[in-house]
């Protein structure tokens, strides 16, 4: 930008260069949604979730916070400062209607840059990063080695009630996974080691605090993890980042 400003709007610069420029200038524009309805969520919350069909954008149930981590693909316990004079961020629902820019339906990354864009102009959301020590749960090969089938095709992963299906993934996807709804009561990181992707089931009731017999056969998920996966979970103290709301606003309704 710089030597675009010293050489003028185009200056000297050869014809593709500007082309780039002009590529590169609409590109950013596109980070924001065409148009955005934000609306109060009425009654109880009875589902939450989003959907992109076309160039519609739907987010049902969304608190300020669910917008946070979706936006900017964080975990619930990474973003921070939605207590006190915030705390309306997790207990305010609203219902968003968005139309995406252009004719074709964007990537999830850009979907969450548009998200990005929505909480800084219209819920004018500020906030810094900062590293925090915390406790957490180290996922580590357990004694007898992993239980796992290497796969370097695919990558995905289903659920139910009582397992976790994975397909061709790499061990960050489960560690997201136990992270987010595991029942555990800190996040989880991986030290495993393996960089691999691979396929492996893991059988246990999902959402329950830790410690709770919740394995097909009465066992702890860490039990479960480790028979049925050849890994553990390990108690210690890592960096976490973490987004820290500075100011954000309630939006008006449109």
Not at 68 to 77: A, H, K, N, P, S
Not at 201 to 228: C, D, H, M, W, Y
Request: glycine share 12%; net charge neutral; aromatic share 8%.
């Amino acid at each position: 930008m710089a030597q675009v400003e010293r050489d003028g709007i185009f200056g000297n610069k050869p014809l593709a260069a500007c082309a780039v420029f002009v590529l590169v200038a609409i590109a950013a524009q596109a980070q924001s949604f065409e148009v955005a309805s934000i609306r109060p969520h009425e009654g109880p919350l009875s589902m939450i979730g989003f959907n992109t069909q076309g160039r519609n954008f739907t987010a049902t149930g969304f608190s300020v916070r669910n917008l946070i981590t979706f936006g900017y693909d964080l975990e619930t316990y990474q973003v921070a400062g939605t207590e006190g004079a915030h705390g309306w961020t997790t207990t305010n629902y609203f219902n968003i209607a968005a139309l995406v820019p252009g004719d074709v339906a964007p990537a999830i990354g850009e979907t969450r840059k548009m998200v990005q864009s929505l909480l800084t102009e219209r819920f004018q959301l500020k906030f810094h990063r900062e590293t925090r020590e915390m406790p957490v749960y180290a996922l580590a090969v357990a004694k007898g080695g992993a239980k796992l089938k290497e796969n370097s095709e695919g990558g995905g992963m289903s659920m139910n009630a009582t397992e976790m299906k994975f397909t061709g993934a790499p061990m960050q996807m489960l560690v997201r996974q136990l992270s987010g709804i595991g029942g555990l009561d800190r996040p989880v990181v991986d030290k495993t080691g393996l960089a691999g992707k691979y396929d492996f089931v893991l059988k246990t009731v999902f959402g329950r605090a830790t410690g709770v017999n919740t394995g097909p056969a009465g066992e702890s998920i860490f039990t479960a993890i480790e028979e049925q996966l050849g890994l553990k979970l390990e108690s210690q103290k890592a960096p976490v980042e973490i987004l820290m709301i500075d100011s954000v606003a309630r939006p008006s309704e449109n």
